[in-house]
């Protein structure tokens, strides 16, 4: 298994469900991202973790709710949705920002997950 | 703000042609890097480019290479020789801020002609 991967792909789920995606990088990066790409619309960054630490919420509901166990993996835990929540989920990973990396490192992608909020 | 704009929602180009899509950006870091993504059917992001910024050197990767101009906030990705499989949704990014986030452009949808 190489680079970032999501599960689930797809994903259909009603307003008072509970779920969680799931994110797994193999690249040995410790910063993760999640984005959210809705139709029509640029990608918009939900949350940043460097070394399991939350460090951006941009503003994201709290029915979306993040948990990084580990630097490999990320959860989005969702709960109560709404349909316009409906939208793809996307993952990313970069190097961690202590080691020399540099500003905004090359971020690396998952396949998504497609979220559909009946 | 910081802002990362694509000025051409729709391209089309002959297979073999050479296209540019168009970005600019406005941050106020001195040194970052800028990206270009595409993304296929697949809504699998992959980085196509990456240019430092402190490099004035364009960067090239293979039939993909950007125009970069620092002191415009321009940074416009050139595909030489076309091929139906480039065709795809293509993302300028940018640095936004201080939080060592990335901005995304809306897109470009690019076409390839047979």
Known sequence: ?118 | AQTVTQSQPEMSVQEAETVTLSCTYDTSESDYYLFWYKQPPSRQMILVIRQEAYKQQNATENRFSVNFQKAAKSFSLKISDSQLGDAAMYFCAAPSGSARQLTFGSGTQLTVLP
């Open chain 1, 1 to 118: 298994e190489t680079g970032v991967t999501q599960t689930p792909r797809h994903l259909v789920m009603g307003m008072t469900n509970k779920k969680s995606l799931k994110c797994e990088q193999h690249l040995g990066h410790n910063a993760m991202y999640w984005y959210k790409q809705s139709a029509k619309k640029p990608l918009e960054l939900m949350f940043v973790y460097n070394f399991k630490e939350q460090t951006e919420n941009n503003s994201v509901p709290s029915r979306f709710s993040p948990e990084c166990p580990n630097s490999s993996h990320l959860f989005l835990h969702l709960h109560t949705l709404q349909p316009e929540d409906s939208a793809l989920y996307l993952c990313a990973s970069s190097q961690d920002w202590t080691s020399g990396g540099s500003f905004t490192d090359t971020q690396y992608f998952g396949p998504g997950t497609r979220l559909t909020v009946l």
